[in-house]
């Protein structure tokens, strides 16, 4: 069972970093996010939302569905975190019916 899972490593390492052989070098002043997608926003940003921060707009107006979708992940594990983590506490009669922090 060890030797088949250390394969299905390999085989799943060797496909993420074949995939990241076509990808841009980091900061390249070529890469297509930079030639097409930077400069609309860049010179939109005013005139489509009314926005003087141009972090803000993409943040909020552009990817606002995508923020608000990795907000909820956060919450709810944060949440799930505080509840699967917290004690119980005994009452006085001893059965375990209350929590505490």
Aim: proline share 5%.
């Amino acid at each position: 069972m060890k030797g088949l899972s250390l394969i299905i490593v390999m085989i799943v390492s060797a496909m993420l970093i074949y995939g990241t052989l076509d990808m841009p070098k980091w900061g390249d002043p070529n890469a297509p996010a930079a030639i097409h997608v930077s400069p609309r926003y860049i010179e939109k940003t005013w005139e489509e939302t009314r926005t003087p921060n141009a972090v803000t707009s993409v943040v909020a107006d552009y990817r606002g569905y995508d923020t608000l979708g990795e907000t909820t992940v956060i919450f709810t594990a944060g949440i799930s975190c505080i509840l699967l983590l917290r004690k119980k506490r005994e009452k006085a009669g001893g059965s375990n019916v209350g929590f505490h922090r």
